[in-house]
C-alpha cells in the first residue's frame, strides 16, 4: 500500500539553528500539505501545495518558516532559526487532485521536533 | 476555525458499537462530511467520508441526518486497538482539511 514518506521520524535541535524536514507523497498525488500539530491540540495547515505551486501558505510564519516543492513531487519544510515554541510534530499529507475531486487525504507518520 | 463541534471525550466498553456525533449545523451543499483519527504519535489515519448518503466501509459506518447538521460515525466492534482521537470535518473541493481538538474515544476492556 502506497504511503507518505517522511523523514526524519524525530528531530532534536537547539534554538536559533536551522532545520529540514523532507516529505515524499504518494506518486500521482499533485496536492501536498504541511501542518504542524502542537500537544493535545489538532493539526493546522501551515501550507498547501499544487504541484509545485503554493496555493495556501497564510498561516506560514513566514519571517522563519519555508517550504518549496521544487518538481511538484517531494516537499522539503525549513525552520531557520528554530525557537522552543517550534516543538511539534510536522506532518505532510497529499491527495490525489485533481483526479477524485473529494478525494480523502493520506498522512504521513510525522516529524517529532523538540526544540532544546 | 473548524465548522465542526465534537464533544471532548468518550468511553466505550471493547466489544460494543461506538458512536461518536458531530455537529456540523452550518455545512453548506458542496461540502463533505470527513472522519480521521489519531492513534498517539501517528499521523491521522483516513475512515470515511460521505455527502448526504449514508456510508459503510471495513472500517466504519457514518449517518449523516437529513439535514445534514450533524452526523454519527459507528465503529460496530469496538476493540482496544480503537482508543484513539477522532476528528469530524466539513470540506468543499480544493479546500484542506481543518482539524478541531477532537473526540478522545477510550475503549475499555
Known amino acids: 500500500e502506497a504511503e507518505v514518506a517522511q523523514s526524519p521520524r524525530y528531530k532534536i535541535t537547539e534554538k536559533s539553528q536551522a532545520v529540514a524536514f523532507w516529505c515524499d507523497p504518494i506518486?500521482?498525488?499533485?496536492?501536498l500539505y504541511w501542518y504542524r500539530q502542537i500537544l493535545g491540540q489538532g493539526p493546522e495547515l501551515l501550507v498547501q501545495?499544487?504541484?509545485?505551486?503554493?496555493?495556501?501558505d497564510s498561516q506560514l510564519p513566514k519571517d522563519r518558516f519555508s517550504a518549496e516543492r521544487l518538481k511538484g513531487v517531494d516537499s522539503t519544510l525549513k525552520i531557520q532559526p528554530a525557537e522552543l515554541g517550534d516543538s511539534a510534530m510536522y506532518l505532510c499529507?497529499?491527495?490525489?487532485?485533481?483526479?477524485?475531486?473529494?478525494?480523502?487525504?493520506?498522512f504521513g507518520q510525522g516529524t517529532r521536533l523538540t526544540v532544546v | 476555525d473548524a465548522k465542526t463541534t465534537q464533544p471532548p471525550s468518550m468511553d466505550c466498553a471493547e466489544g460494543r458499537a461506538a458512536n461518536l456525533p458531530c455537529n456540523h449545523s452550518?455545512?453548506?451543499?458542496?461540502?463533505?462530511v470527513y472522519w480521521y483519527r489519531q492513534i498517539h504519535s501517528q499521523g491521522p489515519q483516513y475512515i470515511i467520508h460521505?455527502?448526504?448518503n449514508n456510508e459503510t466501509n471495513e472500517m466504519a459506518s457514518l449517518i449523516i441526518t437529513e439535514d445534514r447538521k450533524s452526523s454519527t460515525l459507528i465503529l460496530p466492534h469496538a476493540t482496544l486497538r480503537d482508543t484513539a482521537v477522532y476528528y469530524c470535518?466539513?470540506?468543499?473541493?480544493?479546500?484542506?482539511?481543518?482539524f478541531g481538538p477532537g473526540t478522545r474515544l477510550s475503549v475499555l476492556p
Open positions: 499529507a497529499s491527495t490525489p487532485t485533481p483526479v477524485g475531486v473529494y478525494a480523502e487525504a493520506f
Open positions: 506518486s500521482g498525488h499533485a496536492t
Open positions: 501545495f499544487q504541484d509545485e505551486s503554493v496555493v495556501d
Open positions: 452550518t455545512i453548506s451543499g458542496n461540502e463533505y
Open positions: 460521505g455527502l448526504k
Open positions: 470535518i466539513v470540506r468543499s473541493y480544493g479546500q484542506n482539511f481543518v
